[in-house]
């Protein structure tokens, strides 16, 4: 079995064995960590059946892009998700792992050259594909119950500078007001809404439950990274106004 290259980023290929046909067209584009020791282990891992795992592109530390799974087929990398009412994520998206070990490891920075690779590589999917800038997202945000990455050190801003994905300036973080665990009414409900409304897959039910605080830390981690704490503050609050201000320009 071959596998041809889908985007002139690509250095190498190495075959996944976790891989079926696409349910939907893809409108996501999927950004993880590996969250695993070394880049090595995590390419062995995604190219083994007992895994049960796999993705589109791994991208090392180095720069370096292997594409493990052609776009046009389901890559198993996105797991149980939703985005903006729709589940099968995996159907809808490309997937990249971008190699980091993660919170369990120490989760370094991503050095400047992956970034890089990781921008371009972005930047040549999202133009093929035609993916809107408000879909390139973290696995956080489909599933903030079960994940943190890529996390609140990978560089958002730094891909929006590429033309890659949303974003605004965060709201700057100070005291005020601020929603959580056992508030309710419709101060928590108009926040819910919101985030329904950017694509987040939350109950809008008035009160802070448990999955409003996870859904909350999701949207700090990939929006307002300078304190993730899943309380809804007036920087939070604000940010996201910001952003569903800005939809209609991307």
Known sequence: ??????????????????????????????LHYTGMENGEKAQKWLCVPESQVSCHYLVYEDGRIVQMVAEDMRAWHAGAGTWQGRDDVNSRSIGIEIVNPGHEFGYPDFPEIQIGAVAELCGDIVARRGIAARNVLAHSDIAPER??????????????????????????????????????GPPVKALQEM????????DCSGEFDHRTGLVVAAFQRHFRPEKVDGVADVSTVETLYRLLQALETV
């Open 195 to 202: 985030l329904s409304l950017y694509g987040y897959g939350i």
């Open 1 to 30: 079995m071959t596998l041809a290259a889908d985007s002139s980023c690509v250095c190498e290929t190495a075959i996944a064995a976790n891989f079926n046909e696409r349910r939907m067209p893809v409108d996501i584009l999927l």
């Open 147 to 184: 994940k943190r990455d890529p996390g609140e050190k990978f560089p958002w801003q730094r891909l929006h500078e590429a033309d890659v994905g949303h974003w605004v300036e965060p709201a700057p973080v100070s005291g005020g007001r601020f929603l959580t665990h056992g508030d309710g």
